[in-house]
């Protein structure tokens, strides 16, 4: 590859790869009113300590929350939660909590 094309390949200190896109998408079924969307921020802030993500912004409209995470997206619905990480996140951790936050809400 030709430096003068600009298709170089990076040089080793360059190259920083930070893990495969991952996508957890669970929906609920028979869910009343706003659902998940009554679990506060600081509640989601402790359960993506799990994912090891955090939480940097959200956004709200009145059909969903979405936050911009340490390591992707967050998007939750009154029954459904998407998350779409990278890096070194672990989604399925969130998995048990989403069950007892269901239970709660």
Known sequence: MSPMCGNAPPREDEFHFEGPEKKLDISFARVQGQ????????VWVE???DAKCSILHRESNDRFDAYLLSESSLFIFPDRMVAKTCG???LLKLVPHLFVL????
């Open 35 to 42: 659902g998940l969307r009554l679990v506060p921020q600081s």
């Open 47 to 49: 359960v993506l300590k």
């Open 88 to 90: 070194q996140t672990t």
């Open 102 to 105: 269901r239970e709660l809400v």
